[in-house]
């Protein structure tokens, strides 16, 4: 993990910067203590320093740049609430998905498509979507929030590393999905047109 | 009457015990989780950081955390907003930092970047409460300092080492330092009644180059330069220098150019 070090000296940091104090003691404690972060502990020091000399000076706060982190944190709310949307795969043991498979009548391929959320959940037919709820024992508004995040690897392919790939460009539609997992052609048309 | 109780910080410390908000902001917060949403917003109005109605910043970071669980979009904004000017104020300002030096080709890019990382923080609080937030209640300016400084570590890194400055091992200062260094005391600058001469002595001292500023911030602290004692934290080994000459070097240079910003000693008074 790349990331630990960093995230180590983060909270290192962190610590000293809500020290009560920062007199030689705390400074001194520090330093012996986390010597390879010598030079940021006393950055941050004279830093803390002085924060505290010009407290009292107020300036005008740029309003607009307040403005757009408040934009940003609703934009991205929604698509992160997605995200942490419940995983309704995660309860369900692999033989319930063959059953599941099995009771769709599709290649497990596309239950894969649902599962990593590579399919764009508007462009799959209700019918199809309550049944694979009911399979899941979901409903269909948690199923539906669950397919609204962004595509991911599934838990079967994930990675390790903090850094691991995306699923690949964005999402597919349910008929693209059906003819990648070689759907026959008439299932696919039923799938697509259940009322055919 | 229905008790409201202020959730304890869950983040510990690394000898295991939990942090703990500051006494003021735990009576000032025992107090505000027992007023309307309308009453609080009223209470952010107030910038006077004096008045008895001053919400602190790290109340507000308690506030906002709290609202984890609402959709009252109003009241969250203007946490939200006032919560961000709070960021920026106790960030650097721009304008103070050194021009076409490493800070300030940072200054901006880190305060966006300090003001993103903390909005990714809050929202990734409120999808799944956990205690990287915790810093910000026990002391506001100080995490939001810590998260500058590592938001910023290793560009500054990089940039620090087209630092030149004079200071070899074995070499005196030169004769128009020495002459300019004179006597200044860093500490009694930053304690001035005046606060536009406080912003300027921080202004220099920020815009020293690093290696000269970290002299005086641990002279600032007290510590010797040098000390036959080995168990003497001294500046010398901080530094991981051979010499305390250098640490001498780097002192009279720093101070020379304080002086020379704040217009001390300077030929063209």
């Known amino acids: 993990m790349t990331d630990q070090p960093h995230h180590d000296a983060e909270e290192i940091l962190m610590a000293f910067a809500v020290e009560p104090e920062h007199d030689r003691g705390t400074l001194e404690r520090y330093l012996r203590l986390h010597p390879e972060l010598a030079e940021d502990l006393i950055d941050l020091s004279m830093e803390l320093r002085l924060q505290r000399a010009t407290a009292d000076i107020s300036a005008p706060v740029d309003e607009a740049w307040v403005e757009a982190s408040l934009a940003d944190f609703h934009a991205a709310a929604p698509a992160r609430a997605a995200a942490q949307a419940a995983d309704p795969f995660a309860a369900v043991a692999s033989d319930e998905l063959v059953t599941l498979r099995r009771s769709l009548n599709v290649p497990s391929s596309v239950i894969q498509g649902f599962r990593s959320r590579t399919v764009d959940i508007a462009t799959v037919p209700a019918g199809f979507l309550a049944d694979l709820a009911r399979g899941l024992r979901t409903g269909v508004d948690e199923l539906s929030a669950f397919l609204a995040g962004p595509p991911r690897l599934t838990p079967s392919l994930s990675y390790k590393s903090g850094h691991a790939p995306s699923a690949d460009g964005g999402k597919v539609t349910f008929e693209a999905l059906l003819e990648q997992c070689r759907v026959p052609e008439d299932r696919r048309r039923q799938l697509l047109n259940p009322r055919d | 009457m229905q ?208 290696k000269q500023r970290r002299v005086i911030e641990m002279l600032l602290q007290d510590m010797p330069i040098d000390s036959i004692d080995d168990d003497v934290l001294t500046i010398r080994k901080v530094l991981g220098v051979k010499s305390e000459k250098t640490v001498r070097n780097r002192r009279d240079a720093a101070i020379a150019t304080v002086r020379a910003q704040l217009g001390i000693g300077s030929r063209n008074d």
Do not use: W
Not at chain 2, 45 to 66: F, G, M, W
Not at chain 2, 83 to 109: F, H, K, Q, T, Y
Not at chain 2, 145 to 169: V, W
């Open chain 2, 3 to 210: 008790t409201r109780k202020v959730e304890r910080l869950t983040k510990r410390k690394r000898d295991g015990t939990p942090y703990a908000r500051r006494g003021e902001v735990e009576v000032a917060l025992t107090s505000l989780v027992y007023l309307s949403r309308e009453e609080i917003l009223e209470r952010l109005k107030v910038r006077d950081p004096t008045s008895p109605n001053h919400v602190q910043s790290e109340c507000i970071v308690y506030l906002i955390r709290a609202t984890r669980n609402d959709n009252e979009e109003r009241y969250f904004n203007e946490l939200y907003r006032e919560l961000m000017r709070r960021l920026a104020s106790a960030l650097p300002r721009i304008e103070g930092e050194r021009a076409g030096g490493p800070e300030n080709v940072d200054g901006a890019d880190a305060r966006d970047r300090v003001r993103d990382i903390f909005r990714v923080r809050l929202m990734e609080d409120r999808a799944a409460p956990g205690s990287a937030l915790d810093y910000f209640e026990v002391m506001f300016s100080g995490a939001v300092a810590a998260l500058r400084k590592t938001s910023m570590g290793r560009a500054l890194r990089q940039m620090a080492r087209r630092d030149a400055i004079d200071d070899e091992e074995s070499g005196d200062p030169s004769i128009a330092v020495e002459k300019a260094v004179g006597s200044l005391d860093v500490q009694q600058e930053l304690l001035s009644d005046d606060p536009n001469y406080r912003f300027k002595v921080a202004k220099a001292i920020r815009t020293l180059p690093d």
